[in-house]
Nanobody, 126 residues
Framework: QVQLVEAGGGLVQAGGSLRLSCASS????????MGWFRQAPGKEREFVAA????????DYKDSVKGRFTIARDNTKNTVSLQMNSLKPEDTAVYYC???????????????????WGKGTLVTVSS
């Protein structure tokens, strides 16, 4: 059994920064791509960013490119999302995800996700 636990959400003003982290416990996620999705009120869950097991492939939602950076530390079983220049439209619950597919496949949607975290709320005020 794998558990993904997110941390780092909160309230921030537009233009500010937050860093989300996700820690995995249970069996190893060796070979898994990791990523972040988000769900805003009244909207469907959407892809935000993903990273391959080796960290050499990263994919981002167009609207966050240049502002968000995904990284992972396989020695600590963690993945992070550094979010800069935050906008009110970034407000959502952010979910950590793990998949045996690939970062590119994760970028196409939530099909194929093996594990989800419970989410952490990010609120960006204008």
């Amino acid at each position: 059994q794998v558990q993904l636990v997110e941390a780092g959400g909160g309230l921030v003003q537009a233009g500010g920064s937050l860093r989300l982290s996700c820690a995995s416990s249970g069996r190893t996620l060796s070979g898994y791509a990791m990523g972040w999705f988000r769900q805003a009120p009244g909207k469907e869950r959407e892809f935000v960013a993903a990273i391959s097991w080796g960290g050499n492939i990263r994919d981002y939602k167009d609207s966050v490119k240049g502002r968000f950076t995904i990284a992972r530390d396989n020695t600590k079983n963690t993945v992070s999302l550094q979010m800069n220049s935050l906008k009110p439209e970034d407000t959502a619950v952010y979910y950590c995800a793990a998949s045996t597919t690939s970062a590119q496949t994760m970028s196409k949607g939530s099909d194929g996700i093996d594990y989800w975290g419970k989410g952490t709320l990010v609120t960006v005020s204008s």
